[in-house]
């Protein structure tokens, strides 16, 4: 099993912690020969008596951490681990204590530092394996379950260690335990200096709190990320989308503005601002919709009720009918800035199919919304009007899709939406060449 032996390092130490005169204290001398033949139980026994006889030296306590280090890494499960991990560091902190206090330190007190890394490496690597060969994966049940455990044994055995805190973080996050996640990498930013914390670092904790739909957290990490990299473009985008999930549409996009201020002709700001822009127009949209339908029920409530009721339910649908207005109004506004700034990204960037895709999804729901429009309208020369104008949107949408799939010939997302195009306008051998091309059944 799984280091039932000492490592070599671990060996080196403890033969130089060996070698040399006998103490003056035959306890701590016995359990010096309990560790050297690896029967831990027998030197913790022994050093507990050396103690209890002889509580001003500090050697009692130094075996006694070492045995307790060892007899944890003799477990196999590393659950089983952690209690033995946390009684040697208070022993070893004890011996450290005690040799304070004595005339003549021991030198095996300097060890101390050495055996602690040695076992915090076994469990460090032990945790990394696990999570990475495939070879030792391959071997347990659950590795990354185990890679955890492993991990944060070595955080208990070294609870100064940065880069425990920093992996058991994202060990965590991959296991779904995003509390400890959030916890863990807390502690690894709180211990390392202020200048070496990446933007990597504010993106990881951001998302482990979006995991436990923490949102203002997410909004705070974020702001905190962007006032140390103002640059960013990863960390703006993050924040916007924060801004977003918490109702704060304009610090979202006054967050993106920035970025496209520093730097006009970068075109993945633009890009990033145009799709913000937009997906805040699709906020706006699905209250429209839900406005929309509350109408139609308020109709047909004023179709069907009393005198009395009828100027209250009028006065409810005039309400939403207004409101609808200035929603229609404020979401064509956004989309047209959408376009607008997608359409600049183009221009520096004119190779890009994401951008193309957007520009269609774009035309595609302007198309939809002339549609429902047409359905809903009793007047067949207005209706008339806005189906033209609806397969206007719908062929230019298909225009961007094409292209996109030009640059793109690979991506079964863009022949999906090529496929829906050209099945709504009958051009069946289109459609079917689509189909294939998404990998999508007949």
């Known amino acids: 099993m799984f280091i039932k032996k000492l490592p070599h390092l671990l060996v080196t130490l403890l033969t130089v912690i060996l070698i040399g005169c006998g103490s003056s204290n035959p306890l701590a001398d016995e359990a010096q020969n309990n560790l050297k033949n690896q ?19 500090p050697l009692g306590y130094y075996y006694k951490a070492v ?8 477990q196999d499960d590393p659950t089983e681990r952690a209690d033995y991990y946390e009684q040697m560091n ?20 300097n060890n101390i530092s050495g055996v602690k890394v040695a076992i915090w490496q076994t469990e460090f690597q032990r945790g990394i394996d696990l999570a990475t060969n495939d070879s030792v994966m391959s071997t347990v049940d659950n590795p990354m379950k185990l890679s955890m455990q492993h991990l944060k044994n070595a955080t208990k055995v070294l609870p100064d260690s940065a880069s425990s805190w920093n992996v058991y973080a994202q060990i ?3 296991n779904k335990e995003f509390e400890e996640a959030v916890s ?12 070496e914390i990446d933007t990597v670092d504010y993106l990881h904790l951001g998302n482990y709190y979006y995991n436990l739909d923490k949102h203002d957290k997410v909004v705070e990490v974020f702001e905190e990320g962007q006032e140390r990299y103002p640059g960013s473009e990863r960390i703006a985008s993050a924040l916007a989308d924060a801004y977003g999930r918490v109702g704060e549409d304009e610090k979202a996009i006054a967050t993106l503005n920035k970025l496209v201020e520093q730097d006009p002709k ?18 706006i949209r699905d209250s429209l919709n839900t406005n929309s339908q509350e109408i139609m029920k308020l109709q047909k409530q004023f179709n069907q009720a009393d005198q009395s009721d009828k100027e209250e339910i009028k006065s409810k649908i005039e309400s939403l009918s207004s409101e609808n207005e200035k929603l229609m109004k404020e979401m064509n506004e956004l989309t047209k800035r959408a376009e607008e700034e997608i359409k600049v990204a183009l221009e520096y960037r004119p190779n890009d199919p994401a951008a193309y895709e957007t520009l269609g999804v774009i035309y595609q729901n302007k198309a939809k919304t002339y549609f429902d429009r047409r359905n809903r309208t ?25 292209k996109a799939v030009e640059l793109d010939p690979d991506n079964k997302n863009y022949w999906r939406s090529l496929f829906q195009i050209y099945t709504f306008l009958g051009m069946d051998e289109k ?12």
Not at 67 to 74: D, I, P
Not at 90 to 109: G, L, M, R
Not at 266 to 283: E, F
């Open 172 to 174: 965590s996050a991959r």
């Open 431 to 442: 459609a079917k060449e689509a189909m294939e091309k998404a990998g999508m059944k007949e």
């Open 90 to 109: 208070k022993a070893f902190e004890t011996a450290k204590s005690v040799a304070d206090t004595s005339e003549n330190v021991p030198s095996k007190i």
């Open 184 to 195: 863990a990498k807390d502690k690894y930013m709180n211990m390392i200096p202020e200048s």
């Open 266 to 283: 970068n075109p993945q700001y633009r890009l990033v601002m145009g799709t913000k822009l937009y997906q805040q127009a699709l906020r």
């Open 378 to 402: 009793t007047d067949n020369k207005e209706a008339a009007r806005l189906d033209k104008v609806g397969k206007e949107n719908i062929r230019q949408a298909m225009k961007y899709y094409e």
């Open 67 to 74: 045995a307790l280090g060892e007899l944890a890494r003799s």
């Open 39 to 57: 029967d831990f139980e027998a030197a913790i026994a022994s050093a507990e008596k050396s103690i209890e006889q002889y509580p001003g030296d």
